[in-house]
């Protein structure tokens, strides 16, 4: 008996030590967050062969794409109309069935479905944010130049906006896993009568930005700047936010490490500085401030105060012109708002130095085009990818789909007189986008949600509380980042 | 004299006569202030569904909406066709699926029940302490492994329809809990009350096990029956943990009740249309308190025919 | 082969039926429980010993103690959380425990004065159990809202934010919310269980306790409190293990700020989230370990309570439970309101039994 004790005593010992000594090994040491990465083994495949027709364009007889987009809000039905126009022009050829997905479970949602293999969609439209993930986890499968060759439905991103196009290989050398289609970002409305009377011009740099505010204010003695609670669903964060670290030159992550690194320089004192601005104007001197931060509890009231000339800027998403202008029109007893309201940009807002190559970026949310790994038919990969070119690089369709707020990233449309003379962009998208070069999105991390979750921690303690230390808050912020990466590779 | 020997038993009776009563008024004047008390946020609930949005802004600190501004605007709003009415689904998956959820769960436990106590096989003992070992483990170590099978099996299946998705994420809402051992451990512990006499006379008449547990055990059953269906009933309508994670991404159309509401908690745009909020809520406890108010002459009327002693 | 080998054949023959009779019939059960219970909670322990990704199964490794390790790790961010939200419910639950059974006792007492009405308050009192934890929400989310819409600081002309706020920082407005929302909405199922115990206390006993000169306060020390033992010690261990596991009430009753220190405050929110959320997959074998150890700390809790209530044998305890149950629905069938179900608290089936 006191054999078996210690057989087993020291069995027990031994599983143990295994269980410590693997406990010390560090999983995800070799796991490199380069972006040069090579693909050594396919998790897609390829079946079946083309067909074409008498031109030499590529034969589709009712081929049905799932698409699953992240549409969902006011610009859905031109969404929807969009598609019915393609469903229209390819008829018994390619038809879309496009299923949209809130944003907020988007990427889980889709990542499950395709993971599953249940009602899994063909063709993926979201917002950039999430597509390295979508790579990381090998949801989705890249475009094949073999393929765009032989089908000759070619899509070069020398031809899409640089700011994004840059992501569209996810870190793999020489893919191309998403395509950029659109961008929008936070944008301005202003009253041109206000502005006329309190004497001033529209700022191109932060301190007239500043000086305007103070004249609106001395003049008229309520806040000019209405944007909405920086508590109602993180939109202020994910766009404002953002867009004012990276006018300052700041990084929310290390490029290579994908890590925060916040606390040396040259980040740091970007980042001190983009939290600086905006406590410019949630903090300003004086009763009234320049911009609310937590203190309406409603996204309406604020577009209430523009509405009841009791704001100067208005800053929101450009799909809300319509509703926006008819209501301006109701509640002031107007027919044209065309000589009252007035559009702009956040370029130039919160950049410090005015005189900086970063001070007129944007930071966006792009619509990006991604295939899902379970498509295997070649022939329904081209009709995704003549999909995707139609959509993207049609100048009818981008003018339509330009009139819900969203701007084309492709410079084939972008740079055309039609598309810039277009009544919509004169009056609107040119303005909201001066320079589509300048836009700039989450970049190529998976832990977007982490990214997201810490900055707004970050604008949270350092804007609710003006008189916080900001150095800390970027270091002890910044630990929790690191370490949720280092728990979630 | 005769009045002198009444006198003296009377006078102890008031003296704990008028403890009693100071007793009573002092629970009456606290119950009374706890019941107003306690009444104040349903009153608010409903008194605030059918306040119109004016009222809401201008008279937030009234139970009741004030003169002429009575709606019901609020309940149109998401019981009309155009809204396509998500209550009433989320109502009904609820109210569906914590029925069988209740049901199976009280066929399983009689079953199993009758069985460890009245039939005899090798390892019933051990099986039985094996499960109340296992009821101190709380069954929060399942959740994340659960889920990752749910998905497993999803996977494997390849349910392509959307019947039979959602037959599958119902299934999964249902079946976890069936065999809950605190619930399954009441039923027996009532069996091994039951005087082995009844039982015994009933098998040397040769009844089979099938009409001693129909005709005599399930009848005598009925109160431990009850309190089983009352447990499981509200922790099933009530749960909130485990459905969040297997609804999301789903059609808003699957949900359940308790997790279509928190809509309401969870997005300040929701959150801010406060009539209809209230209004839903409303709306939502309605079946609960219907369902509670039939089941109840039911049981009556169940434990008067039973004949069961206090 | 005699009379008695042939018995014997038979007899092994029936028990062997009857073995089979008793497998077949306990089957239903015990595939259910070992396939929703016990092979969670064993992959989960299997988990935590793994670095696992149910998405990408290739990033599968075996770890040991990695996860462990992180977990108790003071300095990573992540296991903090943990922690801290563990101390944010332990120091809640401290005060909320105890309330719920004491409220509800008082209240049960109260009403077996029988005062005028008793009937009625007895189901108000109830009425808020069967409410869902989401409606409990909105309508307390609503009563303390945070401007000058709500109830209360309409009323009092204040403009108190009452559910804002930061962990162990400037929240405490808002458990204090929690605080008052958990006993109005959970007060009744005790209460339920609790009055049915204090009537089965025999009248007797009070009047030997008169007939000593025990005064009042005598009388609830010597009779009533040993006597209803049993029933707060099953109450004490429901509200206890379901405040625990304490989810639904922080949930609804969140910080209008929405950041994520605010939103996780008990461990069960902190599995939920990193669970939810599909980006942190890869964190999946880490939160099995995370729920492995609050699961433990649960199960020592559990087992405190019932050293404490003195209950050494578990058949006593049920028997007790089912004697009280008894009592409790008979007189639950007596209220003629809506409120005349026996709940378990806070879902504390949650902990036993999946649902």
């Known amino acids: 008996m006191k054999k078996i004790k210690w057989i087993a005593l020291l069995c027990v010992t ?101 993971s599953t293999k249940n009602k899994a969609p063909d063709l993926i439209m979201s917002h950039q944010k999430g597509h390295k993930y979508f790579v990381e986890n090998k949801i989705i499968q890249p475009f094949s130049k073999d393929l765009m060759e032989q089908s000759k439905i070619s899509i070069d991103m020398n031809d899409y906006s640089a700011g994004l196009s840059r992501y569209s290989s996810l870190g793999y050398k020489d893919e191309l896993f998403s395509i950029p289609c659109d961008a929008q970002s936070m944008v301005v409305f202003y009253n041109k009568t206000l502005l006329e009377e309190i004497g001033k011009e529209l700022p191109t740099n932060h301190q007239e930005l500043l000086d305007v505010c103070q004249a609106f204010v001395e003049r008229k003695g309520t806040s000019p700047i209405a944007w909405p609670a920086a508590n109602q669903n993180n939109h202020w964060y994910n766009y404002v936010f953002t867009t004012a670290i990276m006018q300052n030159g700041g990084k929310l992550y290390d490029e290579s490490t994908k890590k925060a690194d916040w606390t040396s320089e040259p980040n740091k004192t970007a980042m001190t500085k983009a939290i600086q601005s905006i406590r410019d104007l949630v903090a300003s001197e004086g009763v009234v401030k320049y911009a609310p931060f937590n203190d309406k509890t409603s996204d309406d009231s604020s577009q209430l105060e523009f509405v009841d000339n009791k704001a100067l800027f208005y800053v929101y998403f450009p799909w809300r012109i319509e509703s926006l202008e008819s209501l301006y029109k109701t509640r002031n007893n107007v027919q044209d708002v065309t000589d009252i309201i007035g559009t702009t940009s956040v370029a130039n807002w919160f950049a410090m130095d005015s005189s900086s190559a970063d001070a007129g970026k944007i930071f966006v949310d792009s619509h990006f085009f991604a295939m899902s790994k379970l498509v295997t038919d070649v022939s329904k990969k081209a009709a995704i990818m003549e999909f995707i070119k139609w959509f993207t690089q049609r100048t009818d369709v981008c003018k339509k789909w330009a009139s819900t707020g969203h701007i084309t990233a492709c410079k084939l449309v972008g740079d055309t007189d039609e598309y810039k003379n277009d009544a919509y962009c004169q009056r609107y998208l040119n303005n909201f986008y001066p320079d589509i070069d300048n836009l700039v999105s989450m970049g190529l991390t998976s832990h977007y949600n982490t990214v997201l979750s810490h900055i707004k921690t970050l604008g949270y303690e350092t804007l609710s509380n003006t008189a916080a230390d900001i150095e800390s808050k970027l270091a002890s912020i910044q630990k929790s980042f690191n370490d949720e990466i280092a728990m979630n590779k | 004299m005769l009045t002198r020997l009444t006198d003296k038993p ?65 309940y149109k709003s998401f019981l009309s066709a155009d809204s396509d009415a998500k209550i009433f689904y989320w109502l009904g998956n609820s109210l569906w699926s914590t029925l069988l959820h209740v049901g199976l769960t009280v066929l399983l436990d009689l079953l199993t029940a009758y069985v460890l106590v009245f039939l005899n096989f090798k390892g019933k003992e051990k099986f039985v302490k094996l499960l109340y070992l296992w009821m101190a483990v709380p069954g929060v170590i399942g959740t994340a492994p659960m889920f990752a099978i749910f998905a497993a099996i999803r996977n494997g299946l390849e349910i392509s329809s959307d019947a039979g998705s959602y037959a599958y994420i119902f299934f999964w809402i249902v079946m976890p809990g069936v065999s809950g051992i605190f619930n399954m451990l009441l039923m027996r512990n009532f069996f091994l009350s039951i005087p082995r006499d009844i039982v015994d006379s009933a098998r040397s008449d040769g009844a089979s096990n099938f009409k001693i547990f129909t005709k005599i055990i399930v009848p005598l059953a009925r109160s431990t029956i009850m309190l089983i269906v009352l447990f499981t009933f509200t922790g099933s309508w009530n749960s909130l943990n485990w459905p969040q994670l297997i609804f999301s991404g789903e059609a808003q159309k699957w949900w359940t009740v308790t997790i279509g509401l928190t809509k309401f908690t969870d997005s300040q745009a929701a959150a801010a249309a406060t009539g209809v909020a209230m209004a839903t809520s409303v709306f939502a406890m309605l079946p609960i308190i219907i369902v509670f108010l039939f089941t109840q002459s039911k049981m009556i009327d169940g434990l008067a025919s039973t004949g069961i002693k206090a | 082969m005699n009379n008695l080998e042939l018995m014997q054949r038979e007899m092994r023959k029936s028990k062997r039926r009857k073995n089979a009779v008793g497998y077949a019939l306990l089957a239903p059960y015990v595939l259910i429980f070992l396939f929703f219970s016990v092979i969670p909670c064993l992959m989960g322990f299997v988990f935590s010993f793994m670095q696992y990704n149910p998405i990408d199964s290739s990033k599968n490794m075996f770890v040991g103690f990695y996860n462990y390790a992180h977990l108790f790790d003071f300095t990573n961010s992540v296991s903090l959380k943990f922690w801290k939200s563990f101390a944010t419910m332990f120091l809640f639950d401290i005060v909320m425990v105890p309330t719920l059974i004491i409220i509800p006792l008082t209240l ?151 950041s994520i220190d605010q939103e996780i405050v008990s461990p069960m929110m902190f599995i939920q989230y990193y669970l939810k959320n599909a980006s942190f997959v890869n964190m999946t074998g880490y939160i099995c370990a995370a729920a492995i150890v609050f699961g433990l700390i649960v199960m020592v809790f559990g087992t405190i309570e019932r050293k404490v209530m003195g209950e050494r044998k578990r058949t006593d305890k049920y028997s007790a439970a089912y004697k009280q149950s008894k009592q409790d629905v008979e007189w639950g069938l007596s209220l003629k309101g809506p409120a005349q179900d026996i709940q378990s608290v806070g879902g504390a089936n949650n902990v036993n039994s999946i649902n």
């Open chain 3, 108 to 258: 049960a007492y109260l009403i077996n004065l029988h005062p005028p009405g008793y009937k009625f308050y007895r189901a108000v009192i109830y009425l808020p159990s069967v409410i869902s934890v989401s409606v409990m929400g909105i309508v307390f989310s609503k009563l303390f809202a945070g401007d000058e819409l709500g109830f209360f600081n309409a009323l009092f002309g204040t403009n108190i934010k009452w559910l804002s706020g930061k962990p162990f920082e400037n929240d405490i407005l808002r458990w204090v919310v929690i605080f008052i929302a958990s006993v109005w909405w959970q007060t009744g199922t005790n209460f339920v269980i609790l009055s049915g115990a204090l009537r089965n206390v025999p009248k007797s006993l009070y009047e030997a306790c008169e007939m000593d000169g025990g005064s009042r306060l005598q009388g609830i020390l010597h009779v009533t409190l040993p006597n209803i033992k049993s029933s707060v010690g099953i109450c004490l261990f429901n509200t206890l293990i379901g405040y625990l596991g304490l989810y639904g009430q922080p949930y609804v009753l969140h910080a209008v700020e929405n």
């Open chain 1, 14 to 114: 031994i599983l143990c030590l295994t269980f410590v000594f693997a406990g010390c090994i560090d999983p995800n040491a070799g796991n490199d967050d380069d972006d040069d990465k090579v693909i050594t083994e396919k998790w897609w495949e390829d079946t079946g062969e083309l067909s074409f027709n008498s031109e030499g364009k590529v034969k589709y007889s009712n081929i049905t794409i799932k698409l699953a987009t992240v549409v969902s809000g006011e610009d859905k039905d031109t969404f929807k109309s969009i598609i019915d126009d393609f469903n229209r022009e390819y008829k018994g050829r390619i038809a879309i069935d496009s299923e949209d997905i809130g944003q907020a479970n988007f990427e889980s949602t889709v990542a499950q479905r395709i």
């Open chain 2, 10 to 74: 009377k006078k102890t009776l008031s003296k704990s006569e008028r403890t009693i009563r100071k007793e009573k008024t002092v629970s009456f004047v606290v119950l009374f202030i706890v019941t107003i008390l306690w009444m104040l946020p349903l009153i608010y609930m409903v008194g605030t569904s059918f306040k119109s949005d004016y009222d809401l802004q201008t008279n937030p600190s009234g139970l009741f909406p004030s003169a002429g501004q009575w709606t019901l605007a609020h």
